[in-house]
């Protein structure tokens, strides 16, 4: 098993519409989960950090986290054709600064 | 304003060459990754530093040497290049606490 995976999509989305883009994790051990959004040909970037279960909001961008489930979720209201993105989840355990990714989502949002 | 800088953003060399990709952050962030990325792979970590004198191994290191002489930087050194190296590599940096990693702007090499 994978310890970061998400579906590759391509997810596609009509403007204005919901994305939710997913991600389940195999170390019960992970205390920190973020999502990166990666325009091709690009860097990633962070967009949201979750460390606590529960729903975290920023703007419109809502990232879920289910420990329980070992399960984040990310999700796009109002989505925007500027939100066509690759999105990655990453996890980070408690014993290590680094971050584990999963192989990312491709969101495609049509106008 | 800070920031991380990779450099060359894109190289083409040949098998069995040495390359070197710089990495300079201004961010003053103890910790520092180096990462591929590959179609069907996502971001896989290859070597990283929580500070200086201090390398470790990741994911996929063989092939791949880091050293770090002070907090600004982490050049990334391929001793005998081989094709199945050919790929985006990112340098990222993050402070000792929260995890969040901050990207540079990605090499692309080609080894022929």
């Known amino acids: 098993q994978k310890e970061v995976e998400q579906n590759s999509g391509p997810l596609s989305v009509p403007e204005g519409a919901i994305a939710s883009l997913n991600c389940t994790y195999s170390?019960?051990?992970?205390?920190?989960f973020f999502w990166y959004r990666q325009y091709s040909g690009k860097s990633p970037e962070l967009i949201m950090s979750?460390?606590?279960?529960g729903d975290k909001e920023d703007g419109r961008f809502t990232a879920q986290l289910n420990k329980a489930s070992q399960y984040v979720s990310l999700l796009i209201r109002d989505s925007q054709p500027s939100d066509s993105a690759t999105y990655l989840c990453?996890?980070?355990?408690?014993?290590?600064?680094?971050?584990?990714f999963g192989k990312g989502t491709k969101l495609s949002v049509k106008p | 304003d800070a920031e991380i800088t990779q450099s060359p953003r894109h190289k083409i060399t040949e098998t069995g060459r040495q390359v070197t990709l710089a990495c300079h952050q201004t961010w003053n962030h103890n910790n520092m990754f180096w990462y591929r990325q590959d179609l069907g792979h996502g971001l896989r970590l290859i070597h990283y530093s929580y500070g200086v004198q201090d390398t470790n191994k990741g994911e996929v290191s063989d092939g791949y040497s880091v050293s770090r002489s002070n907090t600004e930087d982490l050049p990334l050194t391929l001793e005998s290049a081989a094709s199945s190296q050919t790929s985006v590599y990112f340098c990222a940096s993050s402070t000792r606490n929260t995890g969040e990693l901050f990207f540079g702007e990605g090499s692309r090499l080609t080894v022929l």
């Open positions: 979750i460390y606590s279960n």
């Open positions: 170390d019960r051990g992970s205390q920190s």
């Open positions: 990453a996890v980070k355990r408690r014993s290590q600064g680094n971050l584990i």
